[in-house]
């Protein structure tokens, strides 16, 4: 089945800096990937819709210049959390659809990041 | 604004017992209905897709849709502890394959041994 692969699925870093989280469809091509976010006990909020060779599309109340989202080729989108705080501290989860097969998403394992 | 709502439990209930996890959502125009599952502090695995009103049977596994309700519930039978973990009930608002999901905020099962 297709597989989503998601790195890193944890990472602690100091407020200020910036954190990147890649997303990998490993054996399908995904022109479109998906970007949640998760608070503790909290349900899967989508961040934006990545697309890819295009700008990504964002949820309203989600920024754009905070949350930068490439989508440089069919497997592969990446999340850069920039001048991460607190708050950001968050499960992120990216998903895509095989467009070659049924019509689901496969989520990656999720990422972890802890700003300190 | 779209909404998913379900019931955040516990939803507590004996080994070898029917569980039933309720859904309902706000967007009657949506098209695709799916059960995640979620273990702490994992992603979410797909259970079950239902597309059309009526029943849909996988293993242990059954959905039921009522649109005229927007209603979907999920009913695992013959529980086990393993089912144990937060049941996600997803909609996509559009036909097609755009799979642009809303999540309901999740219902905690606990199967008890």
């Known amino acids: 089945g297709a597989v989503v692969s998601q790195h890193p699925s944890w990472v602690i870093c100091k407020s200020g800096t910036s954190v990147k989280i890649e997303c990998r469809s490993l054996d399908f091509q995904a022109t479109t990937m998906f970007w949640y976010r998760q608070f503790p006990k909290k349900s899967l909020m989508l961040m934006a819709t990545s697309n890819e060779g295009s700008k990504a599309t964002y949820e309203q109340g989600v920024e754009k210049d905070k949350f930068l989202i490439n989508h440089a080729s069919l497997t592969l989108s990446t999340l850069t959390v920039t001048s991460a705080h607190p708050e950001d501290s968050s499960f992120y989860i990216c998903s895509a659809r095989d467009r070659g097969g049924a019509n689901v998403l496969t989520f990656g394992a999720g990422s972890r990041l802890t700003v300190l | 604004q779209k909404e998913v709502e379900q019931n955040s439990g516990p939803l507590s209930v004996p080994e070898g017992a029917i569980a039933s996890l309720n859904c309902t959502y706000s967007?009657?125009?949506?098209?695709?209905f799916f059960w995640y599952r979620q273990y702490s502090g994992k992603s979410p695995e797909l259970i079950m897709s239902i597309y059309s009103n009526g029943d849909k049977e996988d293993g242990r596994f059954t959905a039921q849709l009522n649109k005229a309700s927007q209603y979907v519930s999920l009913l695992i039978r013959d529980s086990q502890p393993s089912d144990s973990a937060t049941y996600l009930c997803?909609?996509?608002?559009?036909?097609?394959?755009?799979?642009?999901?809303?999540f309901g905020t999740g219902t905690l099962l606990a199967v008890q041994p």
């Open positions: 967007d009657r125009g949506s098209q695709s």
């Open positions: 997803a909609v996509s608002p559009y036909g097609g394959a755009t799979n642009k999901l809303i």
